[in-house]
């Protein structure tokens, strides 16, 4: 049984459209993984928000796609889309959010993607997140 701190990680991004890590490495042994997300910005969600959105990388531009239209309302993802893994809602400048999910969703041999589902920031803010062996 891994220690509590191993299973989480924590994640940020300020007024740019960057995270501030690009790898995530879930140890094995994990039953859950929690991911904590701050914005370290100024600029509001509606003007600069984020979010941290997880799926197989194969899905992430069509997720994206069809979150684009969705609003700020529903964090710019189709409702109850069976394709996303976790998402926290879209946070602003000074806001932190968490997001905890099963990691028996996770399949070491595939490969995952988490982003940013606001508008515009999809295709700059990834970073892959893997199965440690
Ligand atoms: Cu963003």
Redesign the pocket.
């Known amino acids: 049984m891994a220690s509590a701190n191993t299973c989480e990680v924590a994640i940020s ?1 300020g007024d740019s ?1 960057s995270y501030s890590t690009k790898t995530i490495s879930v140890p094995s042994d994990c039953e859950e993984f929690t991911v904590n997300f701050e914005h370290t910005g100024k600029l509001s969600k509606e003007g ?4 941290w959105v997880l799926a197989k990388t194969a899905d992430v531009n069509a997720i994206a796609q069809d979150g684009g239209t969705q609003g700020l309302e529903n964090d710019f993802l189709k409702q109850d889309d069976d394709r996303v893994i976790a998402h926290t809602p879209i946070i602003g400048g000074g806001e932190n959010t968490s997001t905890t999910f099963n990691t028996s969703a996770l399949d070491a041999k595939e490969n995952y993607t988490f982003f ?1 589902s ?1 508008p515009g ?1 999809t295709f700059m ?1 990834r970073g892959t997140l893997k199965v440690e062996n």
């Open positions: 991004a459209w600069l928000g984020h979010n940013c606001f920031h803010m």
